[in-house]
């Protein structure tokens, strides 16, 4: 049976939480490719090791920077490695979870959940990191009160006000 994941993509790093086991997998958010052939060298630690290390032809790439995607086709093949290494399979497929920054455009919203789609998940929603956050910190989100949130990540730092289950106030700087 699929385990229901979460991911956390972000611009330094992406974590992978499986329901009822915690986080799975905690890895920077970098891919080593081959410029001539397209292979995927390394992933995650791996390929964060090799940046400024390689031949002109291996690229070590970010494919999100402040926050948002700007290498679909990278980031689609980053993900579907991350699912593969937490056991995401066509026989084994997971809904999926994807928290991303609250500024980001419905083009880049399209595009992360094509990737999870892509990458092996039956089913791809999106949560808004400050919404996240709040739930992960146990804040009463549902009341009529509100509960600041202060998320800062590698590429995006958010200040949120959320009441009654969504973002009633929203800064976010793209750093």
């Not at 092996?120 to 992960?136: F, R, S, T, V």
């Amino acid at each position: 049976m699929a385990r229901d994941l979460a991911i956390d993509l972000g611009t330094a790093n992406t974590l992978v939480y499986a329901r009822g086991e915690g986080v799975v997998l905690a890895e920077p958010s970098v891919i080593a490719i081959n410029e001539r052939t397209g292979e995927v060298l390394a992933l995650g630690e791996e390929a964060w090791q090799m940046i400024g290390r390689t031949p002109t032809h291996v690229v070590a790439k970010r494919p999100l920077r402040r926050g948002a995607i700007t290498d679909f086709d990278v980031t689609q093949r980053m993900v579907r490695l991350l699912m593969q290494r937490v056991g995401v399979s066509r026989f084994n497929r997971p809904k999926v979870l994807i928290c991303v920054p609250s500024a980001i455009t419905a083009v880049e919203r399209r595009a992360v959940t094509e990737a999870a789609r892509r990458s092996g998940a039956a089913d791809a929603q999106l949560i808004e990191q400050p919404l996240a956050a709040a739930i992960g910190a146990d804040l009463p989100i549902s009341e009529p009160v509100g509960n600041m949130v202060v998320d800062i990540g590698g590429g995006t730092t958010e200040v949120a006000v959320l009441s009654l289950g969504g973002v009633v106030a929203l800064e976010a700087v793209r750093t």
